[in-house]
């Protein structure tokens, strides 16, 4: 079992940063893949960006150059920071660890990003 917490969200103005912090139960090495997703009002959720155990990243189209994942393994934490930030970006972010031979996934309990002035 892995629990996820995210924190840091907020409301910001458009052009401006945000980090969202993720804290994982378990040694962030014994899980696959970390990412990031996000779910605005009305749509689906959508991958927003991943980060593998060996440390190797990917993003969607419409954050690559923005939006960065990184990880502490001390702190077992993956973090996303988010710059030059849109009103597009407004939605609530959700924190999704895959592990183990059959890859379950776990969620977090999401954190919102209002982009807004």
């Known amino acids: 079992q892995v629990q996820l917490v995210e924190s840091g969200g907020g409301l910001v103005q458009p052009g401006g940063s945000l980090r969202l912090s993720c804290a994982a139960s378990v040694s962030i090495f014994s899980i696959n893949v970390m990412g990031w997703y996000r779910q605005a009002p009305g749509s689906q959720r959508e991958l927003v960006t991943t980060i593998t155990s060996d440390g190797r990243t990917d993003a969607a189209a419409a954050v690559k150059g923005r939006f960065t994942i990184s990880r502490d393994s001390a702190k077992n934490t993956v973090y996303l920071q988010m710059n030059s930030l849109k009103p597009e970006d407004t939605a609530v972010y959700y924190c999704?660890?895959?592990?183990?031979?059959?890859?379950?996934?776990?969620w977090g309990q999401g954190t919102q990003v209002t982009v807004s002035s």
């Open positions: 999704n660890a895959l592990r183990g031979a059959t890859m379950t996934a776990y």
